[in-house]
């Protein structure tokens, strides 16, 4: 599966962006989908994650009640919606795929990864 995610940007701490990840040659919807981000100088780190079988939703305790993860089953597509973003959610982002969400939030365990899309939350 290649993925691909897009939707980042710049925005003002507070603000809110919408990623998105897409797959090329294949479908989404049997798979666990699950964001990373890396900052600089810092370790890739896992944000949330979606199962494919029930929808089960997993997040990080940096983004409970901020970001949420979804599916959009008509576009084929995850969405991780960010909302009150922080100076400290700067990074890019990554979508990755695997089996289950077992694994998560251990990035090498994650099979297939997209390129990734940068975030920068600044004033």
């Known amino acids: 599966v290649q993925l691909q995610a897009s939707g980042g940007g710049l925005v003002q701490p507070g603000g809110s962006l919408r990623l998105s990840c897409a797959a090329s040659?294949?479908?989404?919807?049997?798979?666990?989908i699950a964001w990373f981000r890396q900052a600089p100088g810092k370790e890739r780190e896992g944000v949330s994650c979606i199962q494919g079988s029930n929808g089960r939703t997993y997040y990080a305790d940096s983004v409970k009640g901020r970001f949420t993860i979804a599916r959009d089953n008509i576009e084929d597509t995850v969405i991780l919606q960010m909302n009150s973003l922080k100076p400290e959610d700067t990074a890019v982002y990554y979508c990755?795929?695997?089996?289950?969400?077992?694994?998560?939030?251990?990035?090498?365990?994650?099979?297939?990864w997209g390129q990734g899309t940068q975030v920068t939350v600044s004033s």
């Open positions: 990755a795929t695997d089996p289950l969400c077992d694994s998560w939030p251990n990035a090498p365990s994650f099979a297939s």
């Open positions: 040659g294949s479908i989404l919807a049997p798979y666990a």
